[in-house]
């Protein structure tokens, strides 16, 4: 999962706040994608970019959740009015096109809400 | 509905010993499966994938096997050491020819016993 780059690492918001979380793809990808990782349990698809484009965002909350992903700078998930169970690890992937290559991951970004 | 499970929550081996994670899933569609790594406060690392077009496929240390008919997918780890302890997540992509939502089961702790 080397270069797919998430930050922050860790951020700690209180309720009612927003949290804005940015990933930064590997070296020529184009495709990225958001996954929600809930305490003892697995990944969760929410939503899938590319460049300007929201292609796939079933997995999305349909309120205070958004993702871009800008022509330049890195794609941002931001959660407004957090509240505690919004608490998990939010990871990005990254691919260079959609036909079955293997996506990376980051590191994560760990939210907490107090 | 379509899912992904692990038969047992958590795997404990003797260093040395071969491991062997178990996975079944339960959408037909299916035809890309991975195994990814998680070790803690990290990120989804990738072991290994497998198209539906075969029924193994050798790594490093590791073999997946994948048994269409009964939809059952299996990592085996040998000589397994400590730096494998982890907890193990297999994946599936669900929609043929994609990888833009995967499905992950919940996870299968492993633990290494010196």
């Known amino acids: 999962n080397a270069g797919v780059m998430q930050n922050p690492r860790h951020l700690v918001r209180r309720r009612g706040q927003e949290a804005r979380l940015r990933c930064s793809p590997m070296?020529?990808?184009?495709?990225v994608y958001w996954y929600r990782q809930l305490p003892e349990e697995g990944l969760k698809f929410m939503v899938y970019l590319q460049k300007e484009n929201i292609i796939d965002e079933s997995g999305m909350p349909k309120e205070r959740f958004s993702a871009e992903f800008p022509k330049e700078g890195p794609s941002i998930l931001r959660i407004q009015q957090v509240v505690r169970g919004d608490s998990a690890a939010y990871f990005c992937a990254s691919s260079p096109d959609h036909s079955g290559n293997t996506i990376y991951f980051g590191e994560g970004s760990w939210l907490t809400v107090v | 509905g379509e899912s992904v499970g692990l038969h047992l929550p958590t795997l404990s081996v003797q260093e040395g010993d071969n491991s062997i994670i178990n996975c079944a899933y339960s959408n037909s569609a299916s035809d890309y499966f991975i195994w990814y790594k998680q070790e803690s406060g990290k990120g989804p690392q990738f072991i290994i994938d497998?198209?539906?077009?075969?029924d193994k496929r050798q790594g490093q240390r590791v073999t997946v096997l994948l048994n269409k008919t009964v939809k059952h997918l299996s990592l085996q780890i040998a000589a397994t050491q400590p730096g494998d302890s982890a907890v193990y997540f297999c994946a599936e992509n669900g929609v043929s020819g994609a990888n833009s939502k995967l499905t992950f089961g919940k996870g299968i702790t492993l633990s290494v016993r010196p």
């Open positions: 497998i198209r539906s077009n075969m």
């Open positions: 070296k020529g990808h184009s495709h």
